[in-house]
């Protein structure tokens, strides 16, 4: 059954536009890269797919898009299975890893090959958008070799937005980028995003992720470990993080008191759900039972659920 | 329209390259310094190849020296050159993932960088003929020879000599792509270009050297090298040999098996790069 990433009350008949259906990839013999992998994006949802290096997050994207064949399973855009250089991949605008450019051709001219490549009539292509973006001035009649990686990165999104794409993929867009440039692409993608498309985005930057995301996707180890809204991983509805220096000893206290739901492990500290009450009465009674508080925090951070979701399984 | 729409693009990328045209350059430059070596020095008929010895007598007969010279070495590594980094130099730069992103299918981008390759092959042997054509003919002019030198000749007039250069040409361009095609099978396999253009100048060699090994008998007769030469007696002497139809046929199977098995290789390989 397919994993989705949609909030249970939004449109729950739409057809989802990208579909990861029971997807395997091995490499070489031993080599699990990819472990069957199901989750499903609707449309207009921003999903980020958190995994930590080695996760299999950039092989179920280079699946996902035609790249590399999978083991086993499927991928399917807009409802149509994926094979290399399938057409519906003309709806989709992908950045993996770092852009990439033939080296000794400007930054136009590689804007201009890549679209016509592709049967595209240059005038159709939205080059006013797409140059903006890469806000190159007249460097983009340079040629690219002499770009800086920030510079490249841009252009990279230039050419992912010259067929105003439907779908966006985004593999660590922000790799190598500065500060402010990339707040300039988190700008960018919630542009994107507001203006109806779908965008799939890998990062290892988690807080990226909370600001940017309406749905994650978490992997470890080639396998999915949760999918949800953002609000829902992260688990603000009374949840509290504690941290102590005698956890078992504290999870005794806790599920006694009446006004703790459940208390589950989240390494290295304890998430608390409760049912009412006040934070400072669980620091209370920890401290009566002799436990040394160290952190008690009211909501936990994407960071703080991933880590607890990876370091759990 | 899409398989002219990724050859015009390719094209581009190729003829917009330096290291196109300082190829084209250095291989230009050899029938000069070729025709004023030969010029300051002049052969002796009776000590040197005999078709060096020719060639400074009539500058129509310098484009098969320089040919002959050209395709012993420089010309091999040069078609190498582009077969072997049409595939593997888009992945070593990274971009090949985002033309099959575009998408641009794999068999019409294995097909346009082939031809591609080829093209730029071509144009390389036609640039070393052209340029010595058009030196030999300043340096050692373009009279007809007579006797008793055209007994060498086997009597050919100086439209023969044309028509059999032209053939000589097409023969010996025909004969390296079965180099261009090695070099591209293996950069259809691999994200090196240096090692896709060594497989094509080795398997070169090899093939020279065993060649070389007359105890391998009739297994000689199947190396891609067996019939390179075979041309210089239709240019020097007008004679036509059987063994040039064989050359070719030999070549179309090479060609046609190294493209066949790059491409199936290639339909089934995963884009890492």
Same mark, same amino acid.
């Given at each position: 059954?397919?994993?989705?990433?949609?909030?249970?009350?939004?449109?729950?008949?739409?057809?989802?536009?990208?579909?990861?259906?029971?997807?395997?990839?091995?490499?070489?013999?031993?080599?699990?890269?990819?472990?069957?992998?199901?989750?499903?994006?609707?449309?207009?949802?921003?999903?980020?797919?958190?995994?930590?290096?080695?996760?299999?997050?950039?092989?179920?994207?280079?699946?996902?898009?035609?790249?590399?064949?999978?083991?086993?399973?499927?991928?399917?855009?807009?409802?149509?299975?994926?094979?290399?250089?399938?057409?519906?991949?003309?709806?989709?605008?992908?950045?993996?890893?770092?852009?990439?450019?033939?080296?000794?051709?400007?930054?136009?001219?590689?804007?201009?090959?890549?679209?016509?490549?592709?049967?595209?009539?240059?005038?159709?292509?939205?080059?006013?958008?797409?140059?903006?973006?890469?806000?190159?001035?007249?460097?983009?009649?340079?040629?690219?070799?002499?770009?800086?990686?920030?510079?490249?990165?841009?252009?990279?999104?230039?050419?992912?937005?010259?067929?105003?794409?439907?779908?966006?993929?985004?593999?660590?867009?922000?790799?190598?980028?500065?500060?402010?440039?990339?707040?300039?692409?988190?700008?960018?993608?919630?542009?994107?995003?507001?203006?109806?498309?779908?965008?799939?985005?890998?990062?290892?930057?988690?807080?990226?992720?909370?600001?940017?995301?309406?749905?994650?996707?978490?992997?470890?180890?080639?396998?999915?470990?949760?999918?949800?809204?953002?609000?829902?991983?992260?688990?603000?509805?009374?949840?509290?993080?504690?941290?102590?220096?005698?956890?078992?000893?504290?999870?005794?206290?806790?599920?006694?008191?009446?006004?703790?739901?459940?208390?589950?492990?989240?390494?290295?500290?304890?998430?608390?759900?409760?049912?009412?009450?006040?934070?400072?009465?669980?620091?209370?009674?920890?401290?009566?039972?002799?436990?040394?508080?160290?952190?008690?925090?009211?909501?936990?951070?994407?960071?703080?659920?991933?880590?607890?979701?990876?370091?759990?399984? | 329209?899409?398989?002219?729409?990724?050859?015009?693009?390719?094209?581009?990328?190729?003829?917009?390259? *330096?290291?196109?045209?300082?190829?084209?350059?250095?291989?230009?430059?050899?029938?000069?310094?070729?025709?004023?070596?030969?010029?300051?020095?002049?052969?002796?008929?009776?000590?040197?190849?005999?078709?060096?010895?020719?060639?400074?007598?009539?500058?129509?007969?310098?484009?098969?020296?320089?040919?002959?010279?050209?395709?012993?070495?420089?010309?091999?590594?040069?078609?190498?050159?582009?077969?072997?980094?049409?595939?593997?130099?888009?992945?070593?730069?990274?971009?090949?993932?985002?033309?099959?992103?575009?998408?641009?299918?794999?068999?019409?981008?294995?097909?346009?960088?082939?031809?591609?390759?080829?093209?730029?092959?071509?144009?390389?042997?036609?640039?070393?003929?052209?340029?010595?054509?058009?030196?030999?003919?300043?340096?050692?002019?373009?009279?007809?020879?007579?006797?008793?030198?055209?007994?060498? *000749?086997?009597?050919?007039?100086?439209?023969?000599?044309?028509?059999?250069?032209?053939?000589?040409?097409?023969?010996?361009?025909?004969?390296?792509?079965?180099?261009?095609?090695?070099?591209?099978?293996?950069?259809?396999?691999?994200?090196?270009?240096?090692?896709?253009?060594?497989?094509?100048?080795?398997?070169?060699?090899?093939?020279?050297?065993?060649?070389?090994?007359?105890?391998?008998?009739?297994?000689?007769?199947?190396?891609? *090298?067996?019939?390179?030469?075979?041309?210089?007696?239709?240019?020097?002497?007008?004679?036509?040999?059987?063994?040039?139809?064989?050359?070719?046929?030999?070549?179309?199977?090479?060609?046609?098996?190294?493209?066949?098995?790059?491409?199936?290789?290639?339909?089934?390989?995963?884009?890492?790069?």
């Amino acid at each position: 059954m397919t994993e989705s990433v949609v909030d249970p009350g939004v449109d729950p008949g739409a057809q989802p536009v990208v579909e990861i259906i029971g997807l395997s990839k091995h490499f070489g013999a031993g080599v699990l890269a990819v472990d069957d992998l199901t989750f499903s994006v609707e449309q207009g949802q921003v999903v980020g797919l958190l995994g930590p290096n080695g996760a299999g997050k950039t092989t179920c994207l280079r699946m996902l898009l035609g790249l590399i064949h999978p083991s086993a399973g499927e991928t399917r855009l807009f409802g149509e299975h994926v094979t290399p250089g399938s057409d519906q991949l003309r709806r989709l605008g992908a950045l993996i890893e770092s852009s990439a450019f033939v080296p000794h051709l400007s930054g136009t001219r590689n804007l201009r090959l890549w679209w016509e490549a592709g049967g595209g009539r240059w005038a159709d292509a939205d080059v006013d958008t797409a140059l903006a973006i890469a806000d190159l001035g007249n460097a983009v009649d340079r040629k690219v070799k002499t770009y800086s990686q920030g510079m490249r990165q841009r252009l990279g999104l230039a050419r992912v937005l010259l067929g105003k794409p439907e779908i966006l993929v985004l593999d660590e867009p922000t790799n190598g980028l500065d500060p402010g440039e990339m707040r300039e692409v988190r700008q960018l993608v919630r542009r994107v995003a507001e203006a109806g498309s779908t965008v799939l985005f890998s990062s290892h930057v988690l807080a990226e992720v909370e600001q940017i995301c309406t749905h994650a996707v978490v992997m470890d180890k080639g396998k999915l470990v949760a999918a949800g809204s953002v609000s829902d991983l992260i688990g603000t509805a009374g949840t509290v993080y504690v941290e102590v220096d005698d956890s078992e000893a504290a999870r005794r206290v806790l599920e006694g008191l009446p006004s703790v739901q459940r208390v589950d492990d989240e390494m290295p500290g304890l998430a608390v759900t409760m049912d009412g009450g006040r934070r400072s009465d669980l620091v209370a009674a920890l401290v009566a039972a002799g436990i040394a508080v160290e952190t008690v925090t009211a909501r936990r951070r994407l960071e703080d659920a991933f880590l607890g979701l990876v370091e759990g399984m | 329209m899409l398989t002219v729409a990724v050859l015009r693009t390719e094209l581009v990328k190729s003829l917009r390259r *330096t290291r196109t045209y300082v190829a084209f350059g250095i291989l230009a430059l050899i029938p000069i310094i070729m025709a004023v070596a030969i010029n300051l020095n002049p052969p002796d008929a009776r000590g040197e190849g005999r078709l060096l010895y020719l060639a400074s007598q009539t500058g129509l007969l310098l484009p098969g020296f320089a040919l002959r010279v050209t395709s012993a070495f420089m010309l091999v590594i040069v078609v190498a050159l582009f077969g072997g980094d049409a595939i593997a130099g888009e992945a070593s730069w990274g971009n090949l993932r985002y033309l099959l992103m575009r998408p641009v299918g794999r068999g019409r981008l294995v097909f346009s960088k082939f031809v591609v390759a080829v093209f730029c092959a071509w144009v390389a042997v036609l640039i070393v003929v052209i340029t010595a054509l058009v030196v030999g003919s300043i340096v050692f002019g373009t009279a007809a020879i007579g006797p008793p030198l055209s007994l060498l *000749t086997g009597g050919q007039s100086n439209g023969d000599i044309l028509y059999h250069l032209l053939v000589s040409t097409v023969y010996v361009s025909w004969s390296l792509t079965g180099v261009v095609a090695f070099s591209f099978m293996v950069s259809c396999m691999t994200d090196a270009p240096f090692g896709a253009i060594f497989a094509g100048v080795g398997l070169y060699f090899t093939s020279l050297i065993l060649d070389a090994i007359s105890s391998l008998g009739n297994i000689r007769y199947v190396l891609p *090298t067996h019939y390179f030469d075979r041309w210089v007696d239709l240019l020097t002497r007008g004679e036509w040999s059987a063994d040039m139809w064989r050359g070719v046929l030999l070549q179309l199977a090479y060609v046609l098996l190294f493209f066949l098995v790059g491409l199936w290789w290639f339909r089934r390989k995963d884009i890492k790069s």
